[in-house]
């Protein structure tokens, strides 16, 4: 890569258009990002029931998830013909589901190429299609509706669905966490794992409850009516690391960063390696300046999987501590996994913005609220 004043030509041209042009950007989008990120930055829960959807494959036949409520797993693969790892995902599942199909599993795979699908776009997947030999169904989701109700961070992510709700998920394709995901199938199809597992961890039901009600206080601005509810769900289930990271997000909304960083270090000491939980400290750590241990933080996080927060919020932290080149490059890591995603962009425009590049940082204000606006349409 170039380095970034040459590539931005910085400190050029930086005119009263521009400015204004930042201005209004980043007005219009500060009304709309905290609203977004307070509800499509929810994880998914496992144990959480599973949006039902109806799409369309190629050909035009219906395929919904409600179908194969009689299906001991349906896994639900979302993927891209742009995605490098998604046509190894589909061979994968091709053959996993050539051979135990007939012992309930489903596989149903959801095609997230574009917001609106060109007939370029309908060609490419016809033929990777074709050249992978897939017979399971594979759907169009226009519009990427599908897309943001299960929140997928990244392309490829797999689901498992079992009985209704979210048993098991896994964003991109890791090496280890991929073979440990066939072994949970394998049990589900009724065949012996490669190697012993443990007993999959599942969520108390009533802490999920409690959160689920605690987020939609969130939404509603009833802060005080949320916080015995998050703290109901931890005390129920104190493996259970949605209510962290969502209190944690409450404190700081109400201005109690101590308390924010004392649950998120709570929840790190029951499991450290919990990735959104390290994401979420490390983004927090970048906010209260304290760049050097959120780089290292996050830096980590990147390496256990495919969890894209974790990237741009590495990107974001790498920026705030002065490595420019090496934040762009994070960045580009990120919309690799998810172009979709507006908090990418936001981030990046306001890097930008700090270094004084006022012509990116209004292309990518402008394309975040884009995005945002098409989601909530």
């Given at each position: 890569?170039?380095?970034?004043?040459?590539?931005?030509?910085?400190?050029?041209?930086?005119?009263?258009?521009?400015?204004?042009?930042?201005?209004?950007?980043?007005?219009?989008?500060?009304l709309?990002?905290?609203?977004?990120?307070?509800?499509?930055?929810?994880?998914?829960?496992?144990?959480?029931?599973?949006?039902?959807?109806?799409?369309?494959?190629?050909?035009?036949?219906?395929?919904?998830?409600?179908q194969?409520?009689?299906?001991?797993?349906?896994?639900?693969?979302?993927?891209?013909?742009?995605?490098?790892?998604?046509p190894?995902?589909?061979k994968?599942?091709?053959?996993?589901?050539?051979?135990?199909?007939?012992?309930?599993?489903?596989?149903?795979?959801?095609?997230?190429?574009?917001?609106?699908?060109?007939?370029?776009?309908?060609?490419?997947?016809?033929?990777?299609?074709?050249?992978?030999?897939?017979?399971?169904?594979?759907?169009?989701?226009?519009?990427?509706k599908?897309?943001?109700?299960?929140s997928?961070?990244?392309?490829?992510s797999?689901?498992?669905?079992?009985?209704?709700?979210?048993a098991?998920?896994?964003p991109?394709?890791?090496?280890?966490?991929?073979?440990?995901?066939?072994?949970?199938?394998?049990?589900?199809?009724?065949?012996?794992?490669?190697?012993?597992?443990?007993?999959?961890?599942?969520?108390?039901?009533?802490?999920?409850?409690?959160?689920?009600?605690?987020?939609?206080?969130?939404k509603?601005?009833?802060?005080?009516?949320?916080?015995?509810?998050?703290?109901?769900?931890?005390?129920?289930?104190?493996?259970?690391?949605?209510?962290?990271?969502?209190?944690?997000?409450?404190?700081?909304?109400?201005?109690?960063?101590?308390?924010?960083?004392?649950?998120?270090?709570?929840?790190?000491?029951?499991?450290?390696?919990?990735?959104?939980?390290?994401?979420?400290?490390?983004?927090?750590?970048?906010?209260?300046?304290?760049?050097?241990?959120?780089?290292?933080?996050?830096?980590?996080?990147?390496?256990?999987?495919?969890?894209?927060?974790?990237?741009?919020?590495?990107?974001?932290?790498?920026?705030k501590?002065?490595?420019?080149?090496?934040?762009?490059?994070?960045?580009?890591?990120?919309?690799?996994?998810?172009?979709?995603?507006?908090?990418?962009?936001?981030l990046?425009?306001?890097?930008?913005?700090?270094?004084?590049?006022?012509?990116?940082a209004?292309?990518?204000?402008?394309?975040?609220?884009?995005?945002?606006?098409?989601?909530?349409?």
């Amino acid at each position: 890569m170039r380095d970034i004043n040459e590539k931005t030509g910085k400190g050029k041209g930086r005119g009263i258009g521009i400015g204004v042009v930042y201005y209004l950007l980043f007005f219009f989008l500060y009304l709309y990002l905290f609203a977004y990120t307070a509800t499509a930055q929810a994880l998914l829960q496992t144990g959480a029931q599973a949006p039902e959807f109806s799409l369309k494959e190629i050909e035009g036949k219906d395929v919904s998830l409600s179908q194969y409520s009689q299906k001991k797993a349906v896994v639900v693969l979302f993927w891209s013909t742009w995605s490098a790892k998604s046509p190894n995902a589909l061979k994968r599942f091709e053959d996993f589901y050539k051979r135990y199909k007939d012992k309930g599993i489903q596989v149903i795979a959801i095609n997230a190429d574009n917001q609106t699908l060109a007939n370029g776009d309908v060609e490419k997947i016809k033929s990777l299609i074709k050249e992978l030999n897939i017979t399971f169904p594979m759907v169009l989701d226009k519009g990427l509706k599908t897309f943001h109700e299960y929140s997928v961070i990244a392309l490829p992510s797999t689901i498992v669905i079992t009985e209704g709700k979210i048993a098991y998920e896994l964003p991109g394709l890791p090496l280890v966490g991929t073979e440990d995901m066939f072994d949970y199938l394998l049990v589900l199809a009724g065949e012996q794992p490669k190697k012993k597992m443990e007993p999959k961890y599942m969520p108390r039901y009533d802490a999920i409850a409690d959160t689920n009600l605690a987020r939609g206080l969130v939404k509603k601005k009833r802060y005080e009516m949320a916080y015995p509810f998050f703290k109901k769900a931890i005390e129920k289930d104190p493996k259970y690391m949605l209510p962290y990271v969502e209190l944690a997000k409450l404190y700081e909304i109400d201005g109690k960063r101590v308390e924010a960083e004392e649950i998120l270090r709570k929840a790190l000491s029951i499991e450290p390696d919990n990735v959104a939980v390290m994401t979420e400290l490390g983004y927090f750590l970048t906010k209260t300046s304290r760049t050097a241990e959120a780089v290292g933080i996050l830096g980590a996080a990147v390496k256990k999987n495919s969890y894209t927060p974790a990237y741009y919020y590495h990107a974001y932290a790498l920026g705030k501590n002065g490595q420019m080149n090496e934040s762009l490059k994070a960045f580009e890591s990120a919309l690799s996994l998810n172009p979709y995603d507006p908090v990418i962009y936001s981030l990046r425009g306001e890097t930008y913005e700090n270094s004084k590049i006022l012509k990116e940082a209004a292309s990518d204000y402008k394309k975040a609220l884009e995005l945002i606006l098409k989601i909530k349409e």
